[in-house]
Each structure stands twice: as structure tokens, then as C-alpha cells.
Nanobody, 121 residues
Framework: QVQLQESGPGLVKPSQTLSLTCTVS??????????WTWIRQPPGKGLEWMGA???????YYSPSLKSRTSISRDTSKNQFTLQLSSVTPEDTAVYYC?????????????RGQGTQVTVSS
């Protein structure tokens, strides 16, 4: 059973960088052919795919967020990390990490419980 757990600050000030870590247990983030994914859901809106890091280490980003997003990993800790720079209140959302078989999809087989991030001064 694969488990994912998001961690990071719940409150970020505008213009700062949001940083979240996903810790994975029960499976390796280097296992073919999975994509370790970040998804978010703003209040009252649907799921938005933000980006992913593949089992190989390749990264993929949503075109709308690409200029502000960076995803990296630490294979020794079986973790992957999201950084979103220059945040605004529109980045307020529940952020999820998930495991998917494809890029640019909000369809996954395992997902973390989510973490609320609020952007406010």
C-alpha cells in the first residue's frame, strides 16, 4: 500500500515562495513508470494539475504555472518537493501530492490527504 503525506507551511505571504514536501512510503519514487504529481484545488473550483516528476527524474509543468514552479526529489528520503514562487491569494488552495501513470492528468491511484495553503499577509 503506497502512502503519500504532504508537509509544509499552511500560511504563506504574498510574493513569497510556497514549498511543500511529499513523503512517500510503501513504494519507491524511482519505480517505473510512475509520475509523482502535484495537484491543487482552490476553494470552490476543480482539481488543477500543476506538475510532476517522473520515476526517471524528468520534470513536467503546467504551462500556466511553469514560470513559477519547480519540482525536485530526494531519492534517499523518498520525497519530492514543490516550490511555487511569487504566490498571490489566487494560489490559496488545498495542495495534494499523488501518484499517476500519465503526465498532465488529475487521475491517480494514490493521493495524500492534502494540505491547506493560504496566501495572505
Amino acid at each position: 500500500q503506497v502512502q503519500l503525506q504532504e508537509s509544509g507551511p499552511g500560511l504563506v505571504k504574498p510574493s513569497q515562495t510556497l514549498s511543500l514536501t511529499c513523503t512517500v512510503s510503501g513504494g519507491s519514487i524511482t519505480t517505473k513508470y510512475y509520475y509523482w504529481t502535484w495537484i491543487r484545488q482552490p476553494p470552490g473550483k476543480g482539481l488543477e494539475w500543476m506538475g510532476a516528476i517522473a520515476y526517471s527524474g524528468s520534470t513536467y509543468y503546467s504551462p500556466s504555472l511553469k514560470s513559477r514552479t519547480s519540482i525536485s526529489r530526494d531519492t534517499s528520503k523518498n520525497q519530492f518537493t514543490l516550490q511555487l514562487s511569487s504566490v498571490t491569494p489566487e494560489d490559496t488552495a488545498v495542495y495534494y501530492c499523488a501518484r499517476a501513470l500519465k503526465v498532465a492528468t488529475t487521475v491517480y491511484d494514490y493521493r495524500g490527504q492534502g494540505t491547506q495553503v493560504t496566501v495572505s499577509s
